[in-house]
C-alpha cells in the first residue's frame, strides 16, 4: 500500500507539473530513498534479522528502541536537507525545503512498516499504509482546486499524511519510540547495524549519484524521463516491495526450521519475480502504445520515457534476482559478505549509469544500468554461495543422500561424501540436522536476550 502511494503522488505530480518540475521532485524523492536506506541499516534490518518471530514483550522492547532510532535519523536527515535547500535556487530548493520538514514522519512510518512484519502481522502494517495512501487524497484535492500546483506543497502534502500514519502506530502496537534509546540500540547490534548503514548507503547513495550525474550531463528532462520510466513499472514494483519486506523474515525462519531449504527459497524468490518483471515489461510494450502510457503520463513525458521500458525490464529483472540472494545473506547474518557485493556492485552501477548518461543520455543511462544490474546479481549470488559455506548451517549441494538397494538395511545405506569418502548417509545427515538445529536455538536464545547479544548489555 506504501507503494502505492508513492506511486499515485509521482504520477499525478508528473502529470501536475511536467518534465522539470518533476525532475526537481526526483532529486527530492531520491534523496528520501537515501534517508530511508540509511534508517534501515541503523533501525530495521537489525530488527528483522534478530527479533523475527520473537515473543511479543520481547518485540516490544526491541520495537520501541528501533522506532527510536528511525525518527532521531529522521530528524538529522531532515536538517541536512534544509541546508541543501538554503545553498539551492528554484525548484530544487523548494522541493529540499518540503522534504527536511516532513523526512522525521516519513522514517518513522516506514519503520512501524517494518517492525510489524518482523512480528508476522501483515494485516497491521497495510492497515498503517492504507491510513497513509486515505490521508493524502483531501490534501491533493484541495491543491488541485486551490491551483497551488507546484512541487513544495506536494512534497508537504505527502508527507503530512505519512506523519499522521506514523502517530497512528503507537496505537497499534502499545509501543512508544524511545529516541533517548538511540546509542543503546546501535550499540547492541553495531556487528549488523554499521555494516548494514554501510549497504544501504551504497546502494541509494549509488542512485542519488546517478540522478544528479543525469542532472548535470543531460539536464533535469532527462531525470525526468527516467523518473518516468520507472514510474511505469511502479504497479510491479508494488509487487518487488511487497514481497521483499517479508522475504528476509521468511528465510530467517527457514534457516531456523528447515536450513537445507534455505538455498531453494532464495532460488525461487528471486527467478519469480524475475519472471513477474518480464510479463509487465512484456505488458506495457503492448498497452503503451494503445493509450495507457498518455493517461498515466500525459503527452510530453509518455513517449521519451516508453523506449526505455525494454531496458528498465532487464535492470528490475536482475534486481529481483538480487533480492532473492539478499534474503539469504541477510536470514545469515553475513553483513560482512551483504556488504562486499553491494559496494562492488553500487560502484559498477554508478559507474554505468554515468557512462551511459555521458554517451547516450536517458537511454544510455538506463542501459549502462541494465548492464550493472546483472553484473552485480552474480556479485551477490557469489557471496551467497561463500557464506552458506561459512555458516555451517546450510547442507551442501554436493552431499546428495541415495536410496538402499535392495536388500540393503536401510542403515547401512551408502553415499559418496566430499573428499571420496563414504559413510552413512542416513546418520551423517542426521547428526548434522542436530548439530545445526542445537546451534540455531543457542544463536537465538542469545539474540533475544540483550545481556547476551553482540555487544550487549542488559536493558535497565
Not at 416 to 429: D, Q
Request: glycine share 12%; hydrophobic share 50%; with cysteine.
Amino acid at each position: 500500500m506504501c507503494s502505492v502511494s508513492n506511486a499515485a503522488v509521482s504520477f499525478y505530480v508528473a502529470r501536475q507539473l511536467g518534465a522539470t518540475q518533476f525532475g526537481a521532485f526526483s532529486l527530492a524523492y531520491v534523496t528520501y530513498s537515501f534517508a530511508l536506506t540509511g534508517s534501515r541499516g541503523l533501525a530495521t534490518d537489525s530488527l528483522l534479522v534478530r527479533f523475527s518471530g520473537t515473543h511479543l514483550v520481547t518485540w516490544r522492547r526491541a520495537v520501541a528502541h528501533c522506532t527510536g532510532t528511525a525518527l532521531v535519523t529522521g530528524l538529522l536527515t531532515g536538517a541536512c536537507a534544509l541546508v541543501a535547500a538554503a545553498v539551492l535556487g528554484g525548484a530544487p530548493r523548494l522541493a529540499f525545503l518540503a522534504l527536511g520538514l516532513v523526512l522525521p514522519g516519513l522514517l518513522l512510518q516506514d519503520s512501524w512498516r517494518y517492525s510489524f512484519f518482523a512480528l508476522g502481522r501483515g494485516s497491521q502494517a497495510f492497515i498503517n499504509d492504507t491510513i497513509w495512501t486515505l490521508t493524502l487524497v483531501p490534501p491533493l484535492l484541495f491543491l488541485r482546486i486551490t491551483h497551488h500546483n507546484t512541487v513544495f506543497w506536494f512534497i508537504i502534502a505527502w508527507g503530512a499524511a505519512a506523519m499522521v500514519a506514523a502517530c497512528v502506530g503507537p496505537l497499534q502496537a502499545r509501543v512508544i519510540p524511545r529516541p533517548p534509546n538511540v546509542w543503546a540500540w546501535v550499540s547492541q547490534h553495531r556487528d549488523l547495524a554499521f555494516r548494514y548503514l554501510a549497504e544501504n548507503a551504497s546502494n541509494s547513495g549509488a542512485g542519488q549519484l546517478r540522478i544528479y550525474g543525469v542532472g548535470a550531463i543531460a539536464g533535469l528532462a532527462a531525470v525526468g524521463y527516467v523518473q518516468a520510466a520507472g514510474l511505469l513499472m511502479g504497479p510491479f514494483l508494488v509487487i518487488f516491495l511487497g514481497i521483499s519486506l517479508v522475504t528476509v523474515p521468511e528465510a530467517t525462519r527457514i534457516l531456523r526450521h528447515s536450513p537445507q531449504h534455505l538455498r531453494l527459497y532464495c532460488v525461487l524468490v528471486g527467478a519469480g519475480m524475475a519472471v513477474l518483471a518480464l510479463v509487465w515489461g512484456g505488458a506495457l510494450l503492448i498497452a503503451l502504445p494503445r493509450g495507457l502510457g498518455e493517461l498515466l503520463l500525459g503527452k510530453q513525458l509518455w513517449r521519451p520515457a516508453s523506449r526505455l521500458v525494454v531496458p528498465f525490464t532487464i535492470s528490475v529483472m536482475g534486481a529481483c534476482v538480487i533480492a532473492g540472494a539478499t534474503a539469504g545473506l541477510h536470514a545469515l547474518g553475513a553483513a560482512r559478505r551483504s556488504l562486499r557485493a553491494m559496494v562492488l556492485s553500487s560502484a559498477v552501477y554508478l559507474g554505468c549509469g554515468l557512462v551511459g548518461a555521458y554517451l547516450g543520455g536517458a537511454t544510455g543511462t538506463v542501459r549502462g544500468v541494465a548492464l550493472a544490474t546483472w553484473v552485480g546479481a552474480l556479485l551477490w549470488w557469489w557471496q551467497l554461495g561463500l557464506a552458506m559455506r561459512e555458516s555451517g548451517k546450510v547442507p551442501p549441494r554436493s552431499w546428495y543422500v541415495f536410496r538402499p538397494r535392495a536388500g540393503r538395511h536401510r542403515g547401512q545405506a551408502r553415499s559418496r561424501m566430499p573428499g571420496g569418502t563414504r559413510g552413512s548417509a542416513s546418520e551423517a545427515y542426521a547428526q548434522r540436522e542436530l548439530d545445526g538445529a542445537q546451534e540455531s536455538d543457542q544463536f537465538w536464545e542469545r539474540m533475544e536476550d540483550p545481556a547476551l547479544a553482540p555487544g550487549g548489555s542488559p536493558d535497565p
